[in-house]
Antibody
Framework: QITLKESGPTLVKPTQTLTLTCTVSGFSLRSNGVGVGWIRQPPGKAPEWLTLIYWDDDKRYSPSLRSRLTVTKDTSKDQVVLTLTNMAPVDTATYYC?????????WGQGILVTVSS | QSVLTQPPSTSGTPGQRVTISCSGNTSNIGTNYAYWYQQFPGTAPKRLIFRNDQRPSGVPDRFSGSKSGTSASLVISGLRSEDEADYYC???????????FGGGTKLTVL
């Protein structure tokens, strides 16, 4: 059974850096053709794709957030880590970790991150 | 402003057939596959359709997808009360080198 679980802070202050960890099970981060991405969804709004890291360490970033985003993976820990710098209230959203093969396929439960002083 | 365009809402009565449209361009739906997701309040989106018209195992065959040119459609036949949810389309965008989503369609079962 494939599962993904997000962990990290649920409250961050403006200007701080957000670091979220996605721990996966049921598949390998080395599996050919597989990627793990981060997608966020502000309350009441549509999902927004942020970043994606492939099995071969190829990385893609949303053009609008590229300067603030970093994604890395640790295959020995089955983890993918997202960092988003200079957080602002508009970054308040549920952040999902997603396994991507034939499109965004398996979603984590999500973690609601609120940006507030 | 989402890259893919969906109607904000639609409705139907039990047993009816409803269609949700998703309009894109040559960089996304026109060139790549369309995907559809169903989302209930407080839960993560669930994949309904992949690669334009493929259903994952466990998704009822009441749900079907199609693509024509730069648009995609999701059809729900034999509408049921439990289909009341938000529906999102998505596609890979070659210009952005990333995934794009529609703004979502809220389906109400009357």
């Amino acid at each position: 059974q494939i599962t993904l679980k997000e962990s990290g802070p649920t409250l961050v202050k403006p200007t701080q850096t957000l670091t979220l960890t996605c721990t996966v099970s049921g598949f390998s981060l080395r599996s050919n053709g597989v990627g793990v991405g981060w997608i966020r969804q502000p309350p009441g709004k549509a999902p927004e794709w942020l970043t994606l890291i492939y099995w071969d360490d190829d990385k893609r970033y949303s053009p609008s957030l590229r300067s603030r985003l970093t994604v890395t993976k640790d295959t020995s820990k089955d983890q993918v880590v997202l960092t988003l710098t200079n957080m602002a209230p508009v970054d308040t959203a549920t952040y999902y970790c997603v396994r991507i093969k034939y499109g965004p396929e398996n979603w984590g439960q999500g973690i609601l991150v609120t940006v507030s002083s | 402003q989402s890259v893919l365009t969906q109607p904000p809402s639609t409705s139907g009565t039990p047993g009816q057939r409803v269609t949700i449209s998703c309009s894109g361009n040559t960089s996304n739906i026109g060139t790549n596959y369309a995907y559809w997701y169903q989302q209930f309040p407080g839960t993560a989106p669930k994949r309904l359709i992949f690669r334009n018209d493929q259903r994952p195992s466990g998704v009822p065959d009441r749900f079907s997808g199609s693509k024509s040119g730069t648009s995609a459609s999701l059809v729900i036949s034999g509408l049921r009360s439990e289909d009341e949810a938000d529906y999102y389309c998505a596609a890979w965008d070659d210009s952005l080198s990333g995934w794009v989503f529609g703004g979502g369609t809220k389906l109400t079962v009357l």
